[in-house]
């Protein structure tokens, strides 16, 4: 009988909590939305728009590979072309890493700035900085202050909002992040990759090249090219060590990381195929609505917002068919 009665309290006690604290809904992490991603929410990169660089092994003797998607039509074309011929020429070969800034830049190139460069690169305008688009056709867009329709479930703040302190309109096209106004440019969020220059109005080759290991620079935005960002490798050089001289280049030879190649995807052989998540995809949207919300059982308080940057599009290797 006494078994019976603690039954009895404990079914009770059941129909007193209310129904939502039985059924507490749960939302998946960033990273699960990813993975559950459809097959058909992928697109596919062009071996042509790879740029694979070898640096010389490690202390341990291991290899580093470093991989960079290069960006697409419309954006940055004139130095995108001159990127390809550097490449194809095999210009990088013995050149080396440069510069390790913290919080800020990796760069690499010729250090002794002497190297001829290949026939027929462009000199690129301080106008292609920004690029004329049809932003309605393929921008999956936020707009500074107002709640848009991105969400993916209850986030107990209403919807989404996503803030960028540059620029009124921010967002992505075809995968990548950009800013706009009257036109669009690429932005600098972490690992994308820019042209070294010098002072205005050198817009730079394309053969002296940076990416980003810290917080977002977004001042450099229309002010240095934006032409793509590392997709693969990104700790053989965000780890190294940092330059001691002036805005962190090495101040001694030894201390460069020597450049085996720098190839076209095309140009290697078994390269890696890669894909990215495309941004107009119900789980890119679900992806994007939950960096900005964290709602699975670590967190505590959904933030309600996020910046462009802190949205970073996935990319990953191919499943293999």
Sequence with gaps: MKRFLNLTAAAAFCASVPAFAQEAKTYPAPSEIVAAAKAQEWAAIAPSDLLIMDLAPDAAGKPRRVVIQLMPAPFSQ???????KLATAKWWDGTSINRVQD?????????????ALPDG????????????????????????????ALRAGET??????????????????????????????????YGMVGV????????????????????APRHLDRNIAVVGRVI????????????????????KEEERVPILSV????????????EYLYTQTPSF???????????????????GGADICNIPVPVRRRPAK
């Design 121 to 148: 690169l462009e000199v690129v305008t301080e106008n292609e900085y920004e690029t004329e688009v049809n932003l309605s056709k393929e921008f999956y867009g936020i707009t500074v202050g107002i709640e848009t």
């Design 232 to 251: 693969e490798g990104i700790e053989h050089l965000s780890s190294l060590p940092r330059g001691t001289g002036a805005l962190g280049f090495y101040e």
């Design 196 to 215: 070294g220059r010098n002072l205005s109005p050198d817009t730079g080759t394309g053969a002296e090249l940076y990416t980003v290991i810290g917080h």
């Design 156 to 189: 107990g703040k209403g919807p989404t909002k996503l803030f960028d302190a540059y620029q009124k309109e921010a967002g992505f096209i075809n995968g990548w992040p950009v800013a706009s106004e009257e036109k669009a440019w690429p932005i600098h969020c």
């Design 103 to 115: 919080n800020y830049v990796v760069q690499w190139g010729d250090a002794t700035e002497k190297k």
């Design 285 to 303: 949207k679900a992806y994007a609505d939950a960096r900005a919300n964290r709602r699975d059982p670590f967190f505590i308080t959904p933030a």
């Design 78 to 84: 004139g130095w995108i072309g001159n990127i390809r």
């Design 263 to 274: 190839r076209l995807g095309t140009e290697v052989q078994n390269a890696p195929s890669f």
